[in-house]
Nanobody
Framework: QVQLVESGGGSVQTGGSLRLSCASS??????MGWFRQAPGKGREGVAS????????DYAASVKGRFTISQDNAKNTVYLQMNSLKPEDTAMYYC????????????????????WGQGTQVTVSS
């Protein structure tokens, strides 16, 4: 079992920044990712990182603005979000996968077994 605790959401204006944190505990996982879900929409992969290996994937919509990173000593993954836009408004979830069937599936929610409770990010214009 893996437990995930997110923090760092909030409300900002367009162009602002936020940093989300996800602290994990329990079993070893291979990948951790950030996903988001806006009202009335499906869950979307935002960023993923290979734990200990550094392989990173980003959704096209956030590439160049968001940065995922890890602190292995703290078992924590971060998502630094810069140049935020109103369309980034969503509930953001941290997730962990014991393994991926294929590396190309790193941003697919179905690959992840463990999920945090979510943290709201609201960007106003």
């Amino acid at each position: 079992q893996v437990q995930l605790v997110e923090s760092g959401g909030g409300s900002v204006q367009t162009g602002g920044s936020l940093r989300l944190s996800c602290a994990s505990s329990g079993d070893t996982v291979s990948n951790m990712g950030w996903f988001r879900q806006a009202p009335g929409k499906g869950r979307e992969g935002v960023a993923s990182i290979l734990i200990g290996g550094g392989t990173i994937d980003y959704a096209a919509s956030v590439k160049g603005r968001f940065t995922i990173s890890q602190d292995n000593a703290k078992n924590t993954v971060y998502l630094q979000m810069n140049s935020l836009k109103p369309e980034d408004t969503a509930m953001y979830y941290c997730a962990a996968a014991p393994y991926l069937r294929w590396p190309s599936l790193a941003l697919f929610p179905d690959e992840y077994n463990y999920w945090g409770q979510g943290t709201q990010v609201t960007v106003s214009s």
